[in-house]
């Protein structure tokens, strides 16, 4: 079985694609911690298949989300159903996209 690396994987996409995307890598239940200069600052935050059923508990990760929300920004939590197998990599990864307008994505 051959092992894919999300991350290197990620920063290939996003090169062949020529966006600008910052990757950190880190803990999905801190991401606050990880990203200490974005507080308050993305109009969006997905997380992405899978992420929840991961997590040994939801308030760590909870309040990470909302420390990292604009005022008046959206969450989003998207399922499929079954859910998939994941890889072998210990802990997640979050990429922010740099902030080149009001308009900004978080991706957990």
Same mark, same amino acid.
């Given at each position: 079985m051959r092992k894919v690396d999300s991350l290197d994987n990620a920063r290939?996409? +996003?090169e062949r694609a020529h966006a600008t995307? #910052? =990757?950190v890598q880190g803990d999905a239940r801190? +991401? #606050?911690l990880a @990203? /200490?200069?974005c507080l308050n600052m993305f109009d969006a935050v997905v997380t992405?298949? !899978?992420t929840i059923t991961w997590l040994p508990e939801l308030s760590d990760w909870a309040r990470s989300? +909302?420390? @990292? @929300?604009? /005022? !008046? !920004?959206v =969450?989003? #939590?998207w399922q499929l159903l079954p859910m998939r197998v994941p890889n072998d990599d210990v802990g997640g990864w979050v990429a922010h +996209?740099?902030?080149a307008s009001r308009h900004s994505a978080l991706l957990m």
């Open positions: 290939s996409i +996003a995307i #910052d =990757f801190h +991401a #606050d @990203l /200490p200069d992405s298949v !899978g989300i +909302a420390s @990292l @929300l604009a /005022p !008046g !920004g =969450f989003m #939590d +996209a740099t902030r």
